[in-house]
């Protein structure tokens, strides 16, 4: 009986990590394959203004999230943005209410990168992939890509599961360098913020509550950074990403017990950080 239960008990986690390595597949091959297209804009009436990649890597809704909430042009192709006026310039003053200073900031962000955008009526625009030199899509593309992601995802992975601290620390880490963790921003691009409440950083209120910025870039973050390394005498540049302070922290060589410490301070800062955010709501 006792052999039966543990033999069933086996197979249901075998079947757990079978619908989790699925899970993990489907969610990696939808981010390459979202990732992965962008559209060169010409004339601009095939592509969605807010909906669609065309300006950066990231579509403006992603990009400014509390714009796009407010916007009344949320359904709009860029030629229809750009023709509303009439007079061919752009266009994106039909707001649903006021601006406050930190949206009327971040209008004037997206003016200035549509500044260097000039519409071509005379031809299509056109759908591009971003993982081939000759910007068509293939499935060999998209193997390659999920390899190199798998790869770059495990060797993180195996960098931080090290059992130093309480595994919701070391969960927490984990979803923070993937942008996963209940910031504003994020929970907004999900429309879970309600509207009129702010996107901004608890810390400092300046920029979108992002994980890289809350956790790292946020001048109150990385001065508590400065200050830990400095008691460790070492000197750094502040990396772009969370992901990337991982890399190099975990790379750092100390003797053994040292090293301990070490990883144990990353996790810890990383931890007090998120405290400190939550306590100033
Ligand atoms: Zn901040």
Redesign the pocket.
Known sequence: MRESREVCSKEEEEEKKKKGLKRDLSSSIGSILSEGFRIQVHSGTETSFWGHVWLGDRSLKEEFPRLFLISNQRESSVSLVKQESGDMVWNLHYWKRRLNVWETNQSEELHRRLELVNLDQSKRDVLQWKWTDDKRFSSKSVYNQWEQTVHSRNVLLGSLWKNLCPPKVEIFSWMAIQERVSTRSVLSSRNIVPEGQSI????????L?MPD??LL?????WKTWSVILDWWHVTWVCPETLSDLVRWWFDTRFRNLEKNVWEASFYATLWSLWLARNDCV
């Open positions: 901004s950083c608890r810390l400092c209120s300046l920029h509550e910025h809350v870039h946020c001048q109150f973050s």
